[in-house]
């Protein structure tokens, strides 16, 4: 399947250093958003190494993609979730370790939002508030969930989405990439139709712009689609780093 993207990301207009990363790789088929946390340069190193790591373990199984591509089995299906959670299992040993040796690192970690590519799906690969949003027919749809104390309280039936928007508590992660030896890892499949646009995002890019207002703007090319979310999140206050991945699949990429 043809695949198209771009990405891009800002420090935005008040924080002193950018520590979101991201990856957009099109020959491997793999898309990331990290967002760093941890102080001093702890929040830039996990969320940089999250995706080096990541990378290169799905960069070593590209073999089990490939397979699920020509085989869309059960047992395809289950190798290919078995090699992204391995892949972010490694990146939060990697992440926990390197705050191992240093105090200035302690607690560091990151969240991880990838998008896998293989044959006629994408595989999902989540933990933390960065997002994944499908594009579709004019229609945008958060195909992740945030691992947020807030967003559990909403699931719950505890609190309204005002009453969520207003929280102070609502960057308060539940999960993350390195602040632990082990992170839980939601896995799953999205079948892809030719014309899809998906979008991944950290909350610097998705606490200023909502999703009524991705599909008109991943219309352009992704590069420019990426450009325009970025300003836009600037425009609309910028207090975080924000990034943006837009990924165009199919003949209409």
Known sequence: MRRVSAGRTDTGRVRKKNEDAFLADDGLGLYIVADGMGGHAAGEVASNEAIDTIRGMICHGRAIVARYALEPDSNTAAAVRRLIESAVQAATYMV???????????????????LLVAGADGWIGQVGDSRVYLVRKGLATQVTQDHTWIASQ??????????????????????????????????????????DRFVLCSDGLHGYVDSAELPAMVLPAPSVAARDLVRLANDRGGEDNITAVVVALGDRA
Do not use: C, K, W
């Open 154 to 195: 909403v699931r719950q039936g505890l609190m309204t989405e005002e009453e969520a928007a207003n929280s102070p508590h609502r960057s308060a992660i539940t999960r993350a990439v390195g602040n632990r030896d082990y992170v839980e890892v939601d896995t799953f499949a999205v079948a892809i139709e030719d014309g």
């Open 96 to 114: 926990h370790g390197l705050a191992a040796q240093s105090p200035d690192r302690t607690g560091m970690g990151t969240t991880t939002s990838l």
